[in-house]
């Protein structure tokens, strides 16, 4: 036992240490199985997702606006490339309808 008042002040202090850190982890247990659950965690990956979407538009566009003439370029590729196949269809069936022409 105890056999004065600073190790009984010393033993209570504890015991409301262990009971708060007792209640504590009783807190921060629930907290996390909230934050667990799969709905919970659906909706934080989906606003994770959105922030980063958001951020890239918000950086691309700001890299559109420093750069207009490398932005117009790359545009004008990219649109060669995706249109490649329609302008050779196109071109070929001009060479096919077109008669030779004889130079003078």
Same mark, same amino acid.
């Given at each position: 036992?105890? %056999?004065?008042?600073?190790?009984?002040?010393?033993?209570?202090?504890?015991?409301?240490?262990?009971?708060?850190?007792?209640?504590?982890?009783?807190?921060?247990?629930?907290?996390?199985?909230?934050?667990?659950?799969?709905?919970?965690?659906?909706?934080?990956? %989906?606003?994770?997702?959105?922030?980063?979407?958001? %951020?890239?538009?918000?950086?691309?566009?700001?890299?559109?606006?420093?750069?207009?003439?490398?932005?117009?370029?790359?545009?004008?590729?990219?649109?060669?490339?995706?249109?490649?196949?329609?302008?050779?269809?196109?071109?070929?069936?001009?060479?096919?309808?077109?008669?030779?022409?004889?130079?003078?």
């Amino acid at each position: 036992m105890a %056999k004065n008042n600073d190790e009984i002040f010393s033993l209570r202090t504890l015991s409301m240490d262990r009971d708060q850190a007792r209640e504590n982890l009783k807190q921060d247990t629930a907290a996390t199985k909230e934050r667990l659950k799969p709905s919970n965690l659906m909706a934080e990956a %989906k606003g994770k997702a959105a922030q980063r979407v958001r %951020k890239a538009g918000e950086s691309a566009i700001s890299g559109m606006k420093a750069n207009p003439g490398i932005t117009a370029t790359v545009a004008a590729t990219a649109t060669l490339i995706a249109m490649r196949r329609p302008i050779a269809r196109l071109m070929a069936k001009q060479k096919k309808t077109e008669p030779d022409q004889i130079e003078e």
